[in-house]
């Protein structure tokens, strides 16, 4: 069972907020700076930043609502 307490003070800790931030700031910088040439470490930097992004949302979706969000995948 997720502890919405437990999470709340994840996303509230100071050294998971600077590490969150040093991550984001790399990925930023690896897009950014890439060469351009370079089309998939550009792919590459957007992609982990935008799983960053996702683990944040979902941990702090989970310390309001206590739930993680339902997933429905539609098989065809």
């Known amino acids: 069972m997720i502890d919405r307490q437990d999470i709340d003070f994840i ?3 100071d050294s998971f907020k600077e590490v969150v931030e040093t991550l984001r700031t790399r990925y930023t910088n690896d897009f950014i700076n890439s060469e ?4 998939d470490d550009r792919e590459l930097a957007y992609r982990n930043l ?3 992004n ?3 949302n979902e941990l702090e ?8 969000k339902a997933k429905s995948f539609k098989i065809l």
Not at 61 to 68: F, H, K, L, R, Y
């Open 54 to 56: 996702e683990l944040v």
């Open 11 to 13: 996303l509230k800790n």
């Open 36 to 39: 351009d040439y370079a089309a």
């Open 50 to 52: 935008r799983v960053l």
């Open 61 to 68: 979706s989970i310390a309001v609502t206590g739930e993680i």
